[in-house]
């Protein structure tokens, strides 16, 4: 009897290790400066995660810009096409910035709005360390929910771009920047 129990807990040790070593998934934005890939944190940011994914399988970022570029704050994407055109988006999600990751160089976090669950498909990537965007108990913060692990200098290569205002909209790289696709990596 005891054997059998002893089999059983190995047997749950065994499955709980392996869900545990599952390798985070990875999203490669093959872009018109060269490729960044992205590792995503599920056990931190699920529904972060989770809506990143769904906007990525949908093909929703094939096609838009980085319509946002400031040098030493961030790059901003995912919601704009070329000629500036706002793309369609799903309902909003909440915040899930007290997940402790930080702002800090090359992650990945969501942009919103003023609300704090106002979050849909937009992102962003820090090219410096941002601790203002960071959780506080004074301020929301943004969620980070990622970080690059491949292409850190074709963002270099992004930040750097030539921006210019477009309409209403401001730090717009001159030239377009597109995300030509974004898919999830095997």
């Known amino acids: 009897m005891k054997l059998k129990h002893l089999l059983a807990a190995t047997l749950v040790v065994t499955f709980s290790s392996a869900a545990a070593q599952t390798p985070a998934p990875r999203v490669a934005l093959d872009t018109s400066e060269g490729k960044i890939v992205v590792e995503l944190a599920p056990q931190v940011a699920p529904k972060t995660v989770e809506n990143f994914l ?37 309902g909003t ?33 820090n090219v410096v360390d941002n601790a203002r965007l960071d959780y506080r108990p004074d301020n929301d913060g943004y969620a980070v929910f990622g970080k690059v692990v491949e292409g ?11 921006t ?20 999830i990596v095997k």
């Open 93 to 125: 999600i909440p915040l899930e910035s007290r997940n402790g990751l930080k702002n800090v160089r090359g992650t990945l976090a969501m942009a919103r709005r003023g609300d704090p669950d106002s979050a849909s498909a937009q992102f962003f990537i």
């Open 54 to 90: 769904a906007y990525v399988k949908s093909g929703h970022y094939d096609g838009t810009v980085f319509h946002r570029v400031i040098p030493g704050f961030m790059v901003q994407g995912g919601g704009f096409t070329g000629d500036m055109k706002e793309k369609p988006t799903r």
């Open 164 to 183: 210019d205002s477009r309409g209403p909209h401001q730090n717009v790289p001159v030239a377009p920047i597109t995300i030509k696709s974004a898919r």
């Open 152 to 162: 850190m200098d074709v963002v270099d290569k992004i930040r750097a771009a030539p």
